[in-house]
């Protein structure tokens, strides 16, 4: 194996539309990668925004926000919503996506994700160039169409974005490996002394 250093890597990174409203109501969107599950009980999504960025100064405001996934055919909107600042313009319009106020928290999401997250926010830790943002998870919402027959979430159907962090490439999730919790018990375990 080559060493490449100390860089900030971790494959998949999870892309993510991030909604807030501004101080007036407005509604703002921004893509972010740098997130993940943190905790099961309460459930809990961390998601790590740069100091100076628009999304990060209005977050703590209203101490809520929505994540929305995004499917592989959105891949054009979700790369202009990181390169537009919510503070030049309305990055919902500009993108021609659709805000959708959230039912539980205060915080818009994407009409056009088949996947969202409302999260109501717990806590923040100030980590080097970004801010750790915890926000308790208070509804997952899914397109009917998005769903298996036994009411899961079908994450083929979702068909999320992923981000290569190094190369700076999008890809979108692949198709069922295995069943976890159930190929690992295919191994023989060590026997106990």
Not at 41 to 64: N, V
Not at 102 to 110: K, L, Q, S
């Amino acid at each position: 194996m080559r060493s490449l250093g100390s860089l900030p890597f971790c494959l998949p990174a999870p892309v993510l539309l991030v909604g807030v409203y501004d101080a007036g109501g407005r509604p703002n969107v921004m893509t972010a990668v740098a997130a993940g599950l943190c905790a099961s009980q309460p459930p809990c999504l961390g998601l790590s925004l740069r100091r100076g960025g628009w999304t990060h100064e209005l977050l703590p405001g209203r101490g809520a926000f929505t994540v929305s996934i995004p499917p592989r055919a959105l891949v054009a909107r979700v790369d202009f919503a990181g390169l537009m600042s919510g503070r030049a313009g309305n990055k919902f319009e500009a993108t021609g996506l659709t805000p959708v106020p959230g039912e539980h928290v205060d915080a818009p999401y994407v009409a056009e994700c088949p996947a969202v997250l409302e999260l109501a926010l717990r806590h923040s830790l100030e980590l080097g160039s970004h801010t750790l943002f915890v926000g308790e998870i208070m509804d997952v919402k899914l397109d009917e169409g998005c769903l298996r027959p036994d009411g899961l979430p079908d994450p083929a159907r979702i068909d999320a974005l992923c981000f290569a962090p190094l190369t700076h490439e999008y890809y979108a999730t692949g198709g069922f490996v295995a069943r976890a919790y159930a190929v690992g018990k295919t191994l023989r375990r060590p026997a106990q002394a």
